[in-house]
């Protein structure tokens, strides 16, 4: 399985020991959506910052495309994040002072193999913009440079936490469809957290989490269009 996850478990250390993973295991096919669905406190950002390598697991194991997350040391854990993982999160965290365009090709010189720039940009509709700077554009607009700035390095795993946590309900219409649009496109597997069920049924794979366990697995076999 391209992304495989088994066993995790976490505990975090305040005051008493809370244990927020006990025992998670989900996989993921090459080129699919999953979603991590669940209620706040769930253990869903935890899940999601362990298979990203931003944090440790106590125990269990991550693969993704053969290569064991779960067993590199610290310093292949950064490059791992900077060359195969490419992260949207709720708020953008684009640089003010830099164009749509810099702000984009920032993160494609640390790829071997990037996107082109102008594919790039006309997949999330915004060519015509490429030079203004994120304060012209509106929130949707803002997070579709963040989506571009995360596949331009063409990365094995899209992460996403709550994408559209900022967003309106049409707007969020608007992202997720465009996100259809990246996986379809570019072939890129995507893992996106929300607590909107909604989202949900966009997805190839739901996993339901619940105090830090899978409560249950959803599987469609076709997608049903954000638009
Ligand atoms: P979700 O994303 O589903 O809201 P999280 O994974 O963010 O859940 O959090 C699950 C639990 O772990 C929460 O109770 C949270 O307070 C706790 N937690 C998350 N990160 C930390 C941390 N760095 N230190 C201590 N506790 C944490
Ligand atoms: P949305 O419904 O996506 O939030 P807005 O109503 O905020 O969109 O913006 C609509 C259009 O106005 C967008 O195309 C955006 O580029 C443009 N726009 C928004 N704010 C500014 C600004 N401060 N300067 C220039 N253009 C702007």
Same mark, same amino acid.
């Given at each position: 399985?391209? /992304?495989?996850? $088994? !066993?995790?478990? *976490?505990?975090?250390?305040?005051? =008493?020991?809370?244990? &927020?993973?006990?025992?998670? %295991?989900?996989?993921?096919?090459?080129?699919?959506?999953?979603?991590? /669905?669940?209620? $706040? !406190?769930?253990? *869903?950002?935890?899940?999601?910052? =362990?298979?990203?390598? &931003?944090?440790?697991?106590? %125990?269990?194991?991550?693969?993704?495309?053969?290569?064991?997350?779960?067993?590199?040391?610290?310093?292949?854990?950064?490059?791992?994040?900077?060359?195969?993982?490419?992260? &949207?999160?709720?708020?953008?965290?684009?640089?003010?002072?830099?164009?749509?365009?810099?702000?984009?090709?920032?993160?494609?010189?640390?790829?071997?193999?990037?996107?082109?720039?102008?594919?790039?940009?006309?997949?999330?509709?915004?060519?015509?913009?490429?030079?203004?700077?994120?304060?012209?554009?509106?929130?949707?607009?803002?997070?579709?440079?963040?989506?571009?700035?995360?596949?331009?390095?063409?990365?094995?795993?899209?992460?996403?936490?709550?994408?559209?946590?900022?967003?309106?309900?049409?707007?969020?219409?608007?992202?997720?469809?465009?996100?259809?649009?990246?996986?379809?496109?570019?072939?890129?597997?995507?893992?996106?957290?929300?607590?909107?069920?909604?989202?949900?049924?966009?997805?190839?794979?739901?996993?339901?989490?619940?105090?830090?366990?899978?409560?249950?697995?959803?599987?469609?076999?076709?997608?049903?269009?954000?638009?």
């Amino acid at each position: 399985m391209f /992304l495989a996850v $088994s !066993g995790l478990t *976490k505990q975090y250390q305040i005051g =008493i020991a809370t244990t &927020v993973l006990k025992g998670v %295991s989900i996989q993921l096919a090459k080129g699919h959506i999953g979603v991590i /669905l669940g209620p $706040s !406190g769930s253990g *869903k950002s935890t899940l999601m910052n =362990i298979i990203g390598g &931003v944090d440790r697991a106590d %125990s269990g194991t991550v693969e993704i495309d053969g290569e064991r997350i779960t067993d590199l040391s610290q310093d292949q854990l950064v490059e791992y994040r900077r060359k195969s993982v490419g992260f &949207v999160f709720q708020f953008y965290n684009l640089v003010p002072n830099l164009t749509v365009a810099e702000n984009i090709e920032v993160v494609s010189n640390i790829s071997k193999q990037p996107h082109k720039m102008n594919d790039v940009l006309s997949a999330v509709g915004l060519f015509d913009k490429k030079n203004r700077f994120p304060r012209e554009l509106s929130g949707g607009e803002q997070q579709r440079v963040s989506i571009a700035r995360a596949i331009i390095k063409n990365p094995t795993l899209l992460l996403c936490d709550e994408p559209t946590g900022a967003l309106d309900f049409d707007t969020s219409r608007g992202v997720l469809s465009l996100l259809q649009n990246v996986n379809r496109d570019f072939g890129t597997t995507i893992l996106m957290i929300t607590h909107n069920s909604a989202i949900a049924a966009m997805a190839h794979t739901v996993y339901r989490l619940r105090s830090g366990e899978v409560a249950e697995v959803t599987h469609h076999s076709e997608l049903v269009p954000a638009e």
